[in-house]
């Protein structure tokens, strides 16, 4: 047997009320039901929960310790109706799912203007390429997402919101032959990129093909971090959104490699479920753009 809600709220109920008769009367149901909800509860516990006194009742040790629980219990059910009733998530759990370049650049600054302005509010954050964000949201599994073309459905809305510009980035301790490089004379080098689910992966084929070519070594990572840390270190010729490593480029670690074919930039979108838009949701969408654009994140 389990502890059940109405069983939880019977106890509170008696316990601030201070009295079977009290409780019963608020909850809206008769004596012996309220009564028979509390021997159950405290079968299910294996104590007793109350002191009984005539009518008046009083909290055992036991009693005491339950009713913290209860609170927590009652407040989160009553959340959860609350959160489905507005389909509001900001009322609850906040789904979150970006792209590493986002996550890189503004993740932690929107965490924090959301911590100011909401509280209460717990975040779930999902960072991921394009295939895995936009199936998290075709499944109802994310209320919100930043991420380059994605392959969403139709109870999904789209906002554009700018051009992540690519280029393939080098080492600096990397020697490469002079000059402006076709895509034949890249496919020669070692190249390092996204698995095949990233939109990343595709921008490089395409590139290729484009050239008429393919490489003839590709090695893949599903962490841009990591990535970019193994371009740094000279292990192979990588295809990164420039953004990223601005720093590292103007301090001479790293170069962009001049290449014949220009490379497609990706566009981004915010993806959000459309049954949930609200005044709130809109604030973070709008939260979204403006730190984008603080960070001069896309073009």
Same mark, same amino acid.
């Given at each position: 047997?389990?502890?059940?809600?109405?069983?939880?709220?019977? *106890?509170?109920?008696?316990?601030?009320?201070?009295?079977?008769?009290?409780?019963?009367?608020?909850?809206?149901?008769?004596?012996? #039901? @309220?009564?028979?909800? @509390?021997?159950?509860?405290?079968?299910?516990? $294996?104590?007793?929960? *109350?002191?009984?006194? $005539?009518?008046? %009742?009083?909290?055992?040790?036991?009693?005491?310790?339950?009713?913290?629980?209860?609170?927590?219990?009652?407040?989160?059910? &009553?959340?959860?109706? %609350?959160?489905?009733?507005?389909?509001?998530?900001?009322?609850?759990?906040?789904?979150?799912? %970006?792209?590493?370049?986002?996550?890189?650049? !503004?993740?932690?600054?929107?965490?924090?203007?959301?911590?100011?302005?909401?509280?209460?509010?717990?975040?779930?954050?999902?960072?991921?390429?394009?295939?895995?964000?936009?199936?998290?949201?075709?499944?109802?599994?994310? &209320?919100?997402?930043?991420?380059?073309?994605?392959?969403?459905?139709? +109870? =999904?809305?789209?906002?554009?919101?700018?051009?992540?510009?690519?280029?393939? @980035?080098? #080492?600096?301790?990397?020697?490469?032959?002079? $000059?402006?490089?076709?895509?034949?004379?890249?496919?020669?080098?070692?190249?390092? %990129?996204?698995?095949?689910?990233?939109?990343?992966?595709?921008?490089?084929?395409?590139? *290729?093909?484009?050239?008429?070519?393919?490489?003839?070594?590709?090695?893949? !990572?599903?962490?841009?971090?990591?990535?970019?840390?193994?371009?740094?270190?000279? *292990?192979? =010729?990588?295809?990164?959104?420039?953004?990223?490593?601005?720093?590292?480029?103007?301090?001479?670690?790293?170069?962009?490699?001049?290449?014949?074919?220009?490379?497609?930039? +990706?566009?981004?979108?915010? !993806?959000?479920?459309?049954?949930?838009?609200?005044?709130?949701?809109?604030?973070?969408?709008?939260?979204?753009?403006?730190?984008?654009?603080? +960070?001069?994140?896309?073009?």
């Amino acid at each position: 047997m389990a502890i059940t809600l109405a069983q939880i709220r019977a *106890f509170e109920r008696i316990a601030r009320l201070g009295s079977f008769h009290a409780a019963a009367q608020h909850v809206g149901i008769t004596q012996p #039901s @309220i009564s028979h909800r @509390i021997q159950d509860l405290e079968a299910v516990l $294996g104590t007793e929960l *109350f002191t009984r006194n $005539g009518p008046k %009742v009083t909290l055992t040790a036991d009693g005491h310790a339950l009713l913290e629980y209860a609170d927590r219990m009652l407040e989160t059910a &009553d959340e959860a109706v %609350v959160r489905f009733k507005k389909r509001n998530p900001l009322l609850g759990l906040l789904r979150l799912g %970006v792209n590493e370049s986002f996550a890189h650049v !503004c993740l932690t600054d929107l965490m924090g203007r959301l911590e100011q302005q909401y509280p209460k509010l717990k975040t779930s954050v999902t960072v991921g390429d394009t295939g895995m964000i936009s199936a998290l949201l075709n499944d109802h599994q994310l &209320d919100i997402a930043v991420i380059s073309e994605p392959g969403v459905a139709s +109870h =999904i809305q789209r906002v554009p919101i700018g051009r992540n510009e690519l280029a393939w @980035i080098a #080492s600096s301790k990397l020697k490469l032959p002079p $000059g402006i490089l076709t895509p034949a004379d890249l496919a020669q080098n070692h190249l390092i %990129v996204s698995p095949q689910t990233a939109r990343l992966h595709t921008t490089m084929t395409n590139w *290729f093909s484009l050239g008429g070519s393919a490489p003839s070594r590709v090695s893949t !990572c599903n962490s841009l971090s990591v990535t970019l840390l193994m371009i740094k270190s000279g *292990f192979a =010729i990588g295809l990164v959104p420039a953004r990223l490593v601005a720093e590292e480029l103007a301090r001479g670690e790293l170069i962009t490699v001049p290449v014949s074919v220009p490379v497609e930039a +990706h566009r981004v979108f915010l !993806c959000y479920q459309i049954v949930e838009f609200g005044p709130d949701l809109e604030a973070i969408v709008s939260l979204t753009k403006e730190l984008i654009s603080h +960070h001069q994140l896309f073009k």
